[in-house]
Structure formats: structure tokens, C-alpha cells
């Protein structure tokens, strides 16, 4: 496949440059808002070249999203998302989030299909382990329907990280790992791999 050419190129390369810019500036924030002027500043731009590769500041902001789960994708295998939280980046997921509730925003689709992955992944693992749990010499299988107890399993997260956010002095790594073992324990022993997501 070709690579893009001349002003696409370089479009793309000034999208993602905004983009690392918004992830810096939120991964320094912690839990105090970034502007589309700070994001600006760390990218080189005005405030209306930023806006003028995104369109505005909710499109920015989930496009940034969206590259923090591409690139944190990597980081699940080992669980090492929960121990790169960070307020900035938690608050980075709150801030799209509740932007996305309608359909006409910026987020809401990729919200969504974010969801609908993560409830799908876990979903699929419960479902192997009360298998498992099934077989000859296999603990009893739960009667929890795999299905809800990942919807319940990703609001938990949610929750605890938006938890995490006003009051800092909480465990989450923590609390999430007490989570998973306690499905672990009801749905046959497998859980760990239940929270590999990115953080925020």
C-alpha cells in the first residue's frame, strides 16, 4: 500500500503531532482540565490551527482518546494499563465520555464499539472458564451469565476509575485487582486478563 503524499502527509503528521500534544498535556494535568490553548501551545499552533485539523474540541479530545486505547492495546497483555493510570488520563476518558451520551457526538460511536469490544473480550473469557470450570476435576460452574457479568465488570471500572478521579487517595490498581479476583473466584478461576484495558 502507498503511503500518503504531500499536504495529506503532512495533515496526517500534524493531526498526530496535535494528538501526542493532547495526550502530553492531559498526562501532566492530573485532575485539573486542559484547554485547546494548552494543547496548542505544546503543539506549536494557534488555538484555531488545532480546531482547524479537528474541527473542535470534542473531535480533538476523542481522537486522542482513541490513540491512547490504540497504543495501550499493547500494554494489556501484563495488566500494565491500570498501573499507567493517571488522573490526566483518567479524566481525559471522563471528559469523552460524558460528551458522548448523544448520538450526534464525536465519541459516541467510538464509545460504543470501545464497549461493546470489552464486554465481547470478557464476556468470551467467562464463558472459556465456566467451561473449564465444567470439565472433570474443574470447580463448580457459576450459574453468572458471561454476557452480564462483563457489562457489570467494565461499569465497575468505569466507576472505580472515575472514583480514582475525585479522590485520588484510593487504590485503583488495587481495587481493580481485588475486582477481578472476586469474578475470578465466582466464574472459575480466570480473570485476570478481564481488565486489560486501557486505563482512562
Do not use: C
Not at 501532566?28 to 501551545?41: H, K, L, N, P, Y
Not at 476435576?137 to 450459574?143: I, N
Not at 479476583?181 to 466464574?187: D, G, K, P, R, T
Amino acid at each position: 500500500m502507498n503511503s500518503p503524499r504531500g499536504p495529506y502527509r503532512k495533515t496526517l503528521a500534524k493531526r498526530r503531532q496535535i494528538i501526542e500534544a493532547a495526550l502530553a498535556a492531559y498526562a501532566e494535568a492530573g485532575s485539573r482540565g486542559v484547554s485547546v490553548r494548552d494543547i496548542a501551545q505544546r503543539a506549536g499552533l494557534t488555538d484555531a490551527g488545532v480546531l482547524h485539523h479537528f474541527g473542535s474540541r470534542e473531535a480533538l479530545l476523542t481522537a486522542a482518546l482513541e490513540a491512547r486505547f490504540a497504543s495501550g492495546a499493547q500494554d494489556t497483555q501484563d495488566g500494565g494499563t491500570v498501573r499507567r493510570a493517571t488522573p490526566g488520563m483518567v479524566r481525559l476518558f471522563a471528559e469523552v465520555a460524558a460528551a458522548a451520551a448523544g448520538p450526534d457526538q464525536p465519541a459516541h460511536a467510538f464509545l460504543q464499539g470501545r464497549n461493546r469490544e470489552v464486554r465481547e473480550r470478557a464476556a468470551r473469557t467467562l464463558a472459556v472458564s465456566g467451561e473449564a470450570a465444567a470439565e472433570p476435576g474443574g470447580a463448580v460452574p457459576s450459574p453468572v451469565d458471561p454476557a452480564w457479568a462483563a457489562r457489570i465488570l467494565l461499569a465497575a471500572k468505569d466507576g472505580l476509575q472515575l472514583q480514582w478521579l475525585v479522590e485520588p487517595e484510593l487504590d485503583l490498581a488495587g481495587d481493580l485487582a481485588a475486582l477481578t479476583e472476586v469474578l475470578a473466584a465466582v466464574l472459575g478461576g480466570r480473570g485476570p486478563e478481564l481488565l486489560a484495558t486501557p486505563a482512562g
